[in-house]
């Protein structure tokens, strides 16, 4: 998951220079893993030595860390756009 976002982060940032902090990929990748790990237990994939709360774990810890990026991208969201002029933003 890391290379993944590391690669697609760097092809976003090459294509548009914005500096963002990676919001969207941080909330992507937590939507996308913890609805697939819940639904792994959801259809009964898991084995017998897995437990559902270890996904509830993750979540605990990953939520606060997900809103305080959040926090963050909400703050320098503002200063993201570097030497861009406004007629290029929008085509």
Known sequence: MFVSGWHFGKEDADYLPIL?????????????????????????????????????????????????HFIFFIFQRKKAIKNLNKEDLFD
């Open 20 to 68: 963002d902090v990676g919001f969207r990929f941080h909330l992507t990748t937590f939507l996308v893993h913890n609805v697939i790990s819940y639904l792994w237990f959801t259809f009964g994939f898991a084995s017998k030595y897995e437990n559902v709360y270890t996904v509830y774990s993750v979540l605990l810890i990953w939520t606060p860390i997900l809103f305080f």
